[in-house]
């Protein structure tokens, strides 16, 4: 091959790297509630990984093997944090040594409570606060790349109006789907504000003036009554009705905001 047609094809090749590389790629790692049933393809708890680098919410122990520079969990729940669920904290050494985010630290030492913006590398991560539990505090994420913005909720029923502020021009929310029912399932304690998770079709209300894309995930034992199949469609035809693209997560699945996401 003549030098010059080697340098120009190298001369390409590190530039179409270098505009793959302004596109943010998920990886979606778990889609499962904390239920009972589960499918090959909807077996693990909840997490994404950002560009092999920003892990979000780690709902299996195995999603270590990936070796994010920082995991930033919504809140602490063992579908999203799985080292709640042991009685006795195993490879503690091995947790100590990650970059552990959360709204709180509970008894777990190794987690750095993250209240404010954090900057890693060329991701600006902001915690935005979400409403969940009684027991433990609870946060969303939205991360920024190249003014590529991505908003991961965890599970929420309702995020106040003067957290709402920053999500906009997202371009992709990832939320939850525990309830394809309309508001879900919402408790209230006397004396207690209300807490648990809003159904499927008030996400969609609430997420439409904020993105054109929104990614299910965290499937609820509706999910799996209906047949993953039947309840892929329910939930496309959800978006057709409403003119949002829905992209309903799988374990295992990789998304890129250049391909797979409307603007």
């Known amino acids: 091959m003549p030098q010059n047609t080697y340098l120009r094809q190298k001369i390409l090749i590190n530039r179409i790297k270098q505009i793959e590389s302004k596109f943010v790629k998920i990886k979606i790692l778990g889609t499962r ?107 969303g994420y ?43 399932l919402i408790k209230r304690h006397k004396g207690s504000p209300p807490f648990g998770h809003t159904g499927i079709p008030n996400l969609i209300n609430f997420f439409k003036p904020f993105t054109n894309n929104i990614l299910f995930m965290h499937f609820g034992s509706w999910f799996y009554n209906y047949g993953a199949k039947k309840a892929r469609k329910k939930l496309k035809d959800m978006g057709s009705q409403n003119n949002i693209n829905i992209v309903v997560g799988y374990d295992g699945q990789e998304v890129n905001l250049k391909k797979n996401i409307k603007k």
């Open 33 to 139: 509630g904390e239920i009972e049933p589960s499918t090959p393809y909807h077996k693990r708890h909840s997490g994404i990984l950002i560009d092999n680098k920003i892990m979000i919410d780690i709902g299996e122990k195995e999603f270590l093997k990936y070796k994010p520079k920082a995991i930033f969990i919504t809140h602490l729940h063992p579908d999203h944090a799985f080292f709640v669920r042991l009685k006795k904290i195993q490879n503690i050494e091995l947790l100590k040594k990650l970059n552990i985010y959360a709204p709180e630290k509970e008894d777990f030492d190794f987690i750095n409570i993250i209240s404010k913006t954090k900057t890693i590398e060329n991701y600006k991560i902001t915690p935005i606060k979400t409403e969940h539990s009684l027991k433990v505090k609870s946060q």
């Open 142 to 184: 939205l991360i920024e790349k190249n003014n590529q913005k991505i908003f991961y909720t965890g599970d929420l029923f309702w995020i106040k109006k003067e957290n709402q502020k920053k999500l906009k021009k997202v371009s992709l929310v990832i939320t939850e789907a525990s309830f394809l029912q309309k508001n879900g």
